[in-house]
């Protein structure tokens, strides 16, 4: 089967990155299929190195590519070198490709400013856990979710010191919202007198963050402390309700003797 693409198809949609167009050609074709892919590809917010590509492939076969550092098309198959040399031979053609370039920086400007620089400063919580081994008594997770975007470091520190050994991490994990969260694991042996602390470094986090572990309580205590007393509270409160009640309902009350 032999056609002919026109690059002006492409110039009809914006430069998003990563963009899938697929377009069936014809109802009785029998399932052949033409995909027309425009990138905006860049490394650096300065966009010092952003190029706009247009990809046509035909059921799934890349043919033919526009490269806008180089402003021409490449072909790949004879049919995609025969379209190339008759696209590069029009300025016009070379021109309205190019000008793809300028959309390219107009998005890519608005996506840095309003999607790619937003940080969300994580929440961090040291809690006690088994060890997953007999190698050491205790195990203390650092875990630090509902952060964006990824790229984090979390850092052990007993005493002010860096702890290099008997530290797992799993990664960036998705939680499907476009947060993100980590979980460090410790496995140590308890010195008295020590401090352990969690030290989490990310882009919402210029300086850093360090939260420190306190083993005053295990943890298990500590939560059934905070239940107890917050069903003393709730007593109390009930308790003051219902005399204030009494009280109310006993005032004016005239007491009349029976015979």
Known sequence: MHFLTTPAMST????????????????????????????C??????????????????????FARYNSTLNKYIGY????????????ADPAVLARQLSNLDVCKHNTALY???????????SIEIISASPASSKHPAM?????????????????????????????????????DWYYQLHSHLEYTPRSGETISCKVEHGSLPQGKVV???????????????????ALVLGLI???????????????RILVPSS
């Open 12 to 39: 009809f949609y914006s430069c998003i990155s990563n963009a899938v167009l697929l377009f069936a050609l014809l109802p009785n074709t029998d399932g052949y299929f033409l995909q027309l892919l425009t990138e």
């Open 41 to 62: 590809r860049y490394t650096s917010e300065d966009l010092h190195d952003i190029e706009f590509l247009s990809r046509q492939i035909f059921n799934k076969l890349e």
């Open 77 to 88: 198959t004879e049919h995609g070198v025969n379209n190339a040399e008759r696209w590069n």
């Open 112 to 122: 840095w400013e309003n999607m790619l620089k937003k940080t969300v400063e994580p």
């Open 140 to 176: 203390l997770v650092c875990a630090v979710y509902d952060f964006y975007p990824k790229g984090i470091k979390v850092t052990w520190l007993r005493d002010g010191q860096e702890v290099t050994s008997d530290v797992t991490s799993t990664e960036e994990l998705s939680n499907g």
């Open 212 to 230: 420190t572990w306190d083993p005053s309580m295990p943890e298990a205590e500590r939560n059934k402390v905070i239940i107890g007393a917050s």
């Open 238 to 252: 009930i308790t003051i309700a219902g005399v204030v009640y009494y009280k109310k309902k006993s005032t004016g």
